[in-house]
């Protein structure tokens, strides 16, 4: 039997994004009509009659000042101080890309695990609290894993995290270290996702992006809202986001969409590119070459975070890319190394490799002229690099070992010097 519950002022109901039938706010995330995904419908009318910018700004400093377009009923959501990351003008970085108005959502210091998941596990388990659930759990590439098994560990809940056996070590790491319950499974993804929708129905579990996804997925709306806030309420003219399953994509599209239609912001054009690794790129291909489907794929790149062969919302993020006169582009794992690499030292932030894949499709884009140089463009920055350190190693350089003598010193520094005016005639090349 589905938990269920009563609609919020706010709270409206589920809705097929296909055929358009509607369900109750119940823990299931597929149309039993034609098996399109479910989506959380809002009463956006009586939103704008409730919030406004003040409301906004006199809540909370995490997610939840926006708990009105958020699928929860509490009045004591989940909060570990979510939310609210830095949004930085990106001088340096943009000089080197020839951009120059471009500012970085910067959650690779997001709480509490350091990656955006923690937005969307915040909300989906607050919401799985709600429908009775005592035992909840992920199918995960990593950082929703690290999300999971802490914000259960907050909540008091029983937790059962599902990851491929081949994940990064850091990742393993963060996880474990919450004491919930790990299944390095011997597959990819896609196969543990599969198999995590069978424990979820033997089980009678919340899993956040299984039978939780349409709660979970409203979560990454928030990363539009905090832009359009903190860019002193009004919208970016284009954004570069990752794609792994194409949620965060387009749930940031949707935050924007939201304000706009609550009288929050004023309305204008957003232009939308995704961001993929060349060993994991459904829907880089797919956009490539014209088609309106994703053909799965076997990934195999160092972005492990976003490798999803076989991602749930694709067509949607093609969609949204297309009409917003976007572009969606990968780059190789070379190229991912590069983008983590110009990141930390122009800006000093350390992203994992999704970030450093987005860094990288941002500054293909930038050079090929699809970005408009004085546009106010926002990139999203989604995880901490301190999670895949391996993927870094030995390509970033090593310390000068020296004797505790200053000619020694002298002699290493006159060295450092000489190799980086080399490397700086490089990038001039």
């Known amino acids: 039997m589905v938990a269920t519950s009563t609609p919020t002022a706010t709270l409206s109901h589920l809705q097929c994004k296909e055929c358009g039938a509607q369900y109750p706010l119940a823990a299931m995330h597929v149309c039993e009509l034609c098996f399109g995904p479910l989506e959380v419908k809002y009463d956006l009318a009586a939103i704008r009659a409730q919030v406004t910018r003040e409301t906004i700004e006199r809540g909370p400093h995490s997610i939840w000042r926006y708990r009105a377009f958020l699928p929860v009923e509490s009045e004591q959501p989940i909060d570990l101080g979510t939310g609210m990351t830095p949004l930085i003008r990106a001088e340096r970085l943009g000089r080197r890309l020839g951009l120059r108005n471009l500012w970085i959502k910067n959650d690779a210091v997001n709480m509490p695990t350091l990656s955006f998941k923690d937005r969307v596990v915040s909300v989906a388990l607050t919401r799985a609290k709600e429908l009775g659930f005592t035992t909840v759990g992920c199918a995960s590439t990593g950082n929703l894993a690290n999300s999971t098994a802490a914000i259960a560990a907050h909540a008091g809940l029983e937790c059962c995290v599902f990851i491929p056996a081949d994940l990064e070590a850091g990742k393993i790491l963060g996880t474990l270290v919450y004491r919930p319950t790990v299944m390095a499974v011997k597959g990819n993804y896609d196969q543990v996702n599969r198999l995590c929708s069978e424990v979820a129905n033997s089980q009678g579990w919340g899993f956040v992006n299984i039978n939780l996804r349409p709660y979970y997925s409203e979560g990454s709306k928030t990363l539009g809202f ?19 399953s194409g949620s965060l994509f387009t749930k940031i599209h949707k935050g924007f969409r939201e304000f706009v239609q609550a009288g929050l912001v004023a309305d204008k054009p957003v232009q939308c590119h995704g961001a993929q690794a060349q060993g994991c790129a459904p829907i880089a291909q797919a956009f490539a070459e014209g088609r309106d489907f994703i053909a799965p794929v076997k990934p195999h790149t160092i972005a492990k975070s976003i490798a999803i ?11 949204l890319a297309r009409k917003t006169g976007g572009q969606i582009a990968a780059v190789s794992d070379p190229e991912i190394i590069a983008g983590i690499q110009i990141l930390a030292e122009t800006e000093g932030i350390f992203t994992e490799t999704a970030g450093g894949t987005t860094v990288a499709v941002l500054e293909k884009l930038a050079k090929n002229g699809h970005i408009d140089p004085d546009a106010l463009t926002v990139v999203y920055i989604t995880g901490n690099g301190l999670k895949t350190q391996e993927a870094v190693q030995g390509a970033i350089g090593e310390p000068l070992t020296i004797e505790p003598q200053l000619g020694s010193f002298a002699r290493a520094w006159e060295r450092s010097q000489t190799l980086e005016r080399l490397e700086w005639q490089e990038v001039l090349v």
């Not at 905090?226 to 792994?244: F, H, K, M, S």
């Not at 062969?309 to 969609?319: E, F, I, Q």
């Open 226 to 244: 905090e832009v359009a806030e903190q860019l002193g309420w009004q919208l970016p003219d284009c954004i570069v986001a990752p794609l792994a």
């Open 309 to 319: 062969g076989n991602p749930a919302d694709g067509v949607y993020a093609l969609d």
